[in-house]
């Protein structure tokens, strides 16, 4: 086992948390009741934002973390507000099936920007694994029909396409700033949370939660798939092996589909069968090298 590998090894496993994280969006994202998208992207940012600043104030660090250059605040930002704005476009203006298939590009775009960072090496099982795990979220998303682009859909296609890039891009060039704390964080949240609550004025009407369930679903956004998990992610991509956690991030859609399937809000079929073995496929392919570090130094003890 590489002295690189294992010491990305408890990032990576780190990172992978937000997966699991992600894996509950859908479910609490419907037990949360007809909030509009911007309105409910800035309650639960602004929870996650807030608890992040409640971690920062009970573990004594200095807030002076977020004294960052422009060019943080600008990543940050954009990775997260950038994202669900692009990604709520696209669901305006094209078919969501569709439009979320595009936008699960991300996770194999992640794979192959790796390239470009020092130290990384891209390798065929890489993109194998990345393949492989586009093809079983492509099956989850589309329960096995057939993607047939139309033209009239051809700007709700391409926000689709940019909420990728953004996200797989943030992800990347997160790697630049591996030093900068990961309780920045907080911050990027607030700021998102701020910027959605704008375009939930301008562009939405108004919907509370309407019951203590509803508010309870909310809550548990704030806390999971959109808090902590950024916080996790952060650290991942930064000290872990990207290219791993990239295919790793196919597990989410159908996690997230067998979190449905457990509370009886999705019936199993063998679309969910062939997309399991496709996406445990692929990951298996990508993490071959850290598979195999971690098999030789368990032998070796």
């Not at 992978?16 to 949360?32: C, M, P, R």
């Not at 800035?42 to 971690?55: N, P, R, S």
């Not at 989410?252 to 969910?272: C, I, N, W």
């Amino acid at each position: 086992m590489s002295a690189q590998t294992g010491s990305q090894l408890r990032p990576t496993m780190i990172g992978g948390i937000a997966i699991l994280l992600w894996a509950l969006l859908a479910l609490f994202t419907a037990a949360s009741g007809r909030i509009p998208p911007f309105q409910l992207t800035a309650m639960t940012f602004g929870i996650g934002g807030l608890i992040g600043v409640a971690v920062i104030k009970a573990a004594g660090r200095s807030f002076s973390v977020f004294r960052q250059a422009p060019s943080v605040w600008v990543l940050g930002v954009t990775g997260l507000f950038g994202y669900h704005f692009l990604y709520f476009t696209a669901l305006r203006n094209a078919p969501p099936v569709e439009a979320g298939l595009i936008a699960y590009l991300w996770p194999l775009l992640i794979v192959l920007f790796s390239a470009l960072l020092p130290g990384e090496c891209l390798r065929a099982h890489h993109i194998i694994g990345g393949v492989f795990g586009f093809s079983g979220a492509a099956l989850i998303v589309t329960g096995g029909e057939s993607f047939i682009p139309r033209a009239e859909y051809t700007f709700g296609y391409a926000m689709a396409f940019l909420c990728a890039f953004v996200w797989s891009g943030y992800s990347v060039l997160s790697r630049h700033f591996g030093s900068v704390p990961t309780d920045v964080v907080a911050g990027f949240c607030l700021v998102t949370a701020l910027l959605s609550g704008i375009a939930h004025l301008i562009l939405e009407n108004t919907v509370w939660p309407a019951s203590p369930t509803q508010w309870l679903a909310v809550a548990g956004l704030g806390l999971g798939p959109v808090g902590a998990a950024f916080y996790v992610w952060d650290h991942g991509v930064k000290h872990g092996d990207i290219q791993v956690l990239g295919a790793l991030s196919y597990l989410a859609p159908l996690l997230s589909t067998l979190a449905l399937l457990a509370v009886g809000m999705a019936v199993a079929d063998a679309t969910v069968i062939v997309a399991c073995l496709l996406i445990t496929a692929g990951a298996a392919i990508a993490a071959k090298d850290m598979l195999q570090g971690i098999i030789m130094r368990r032998s070796s003890t």
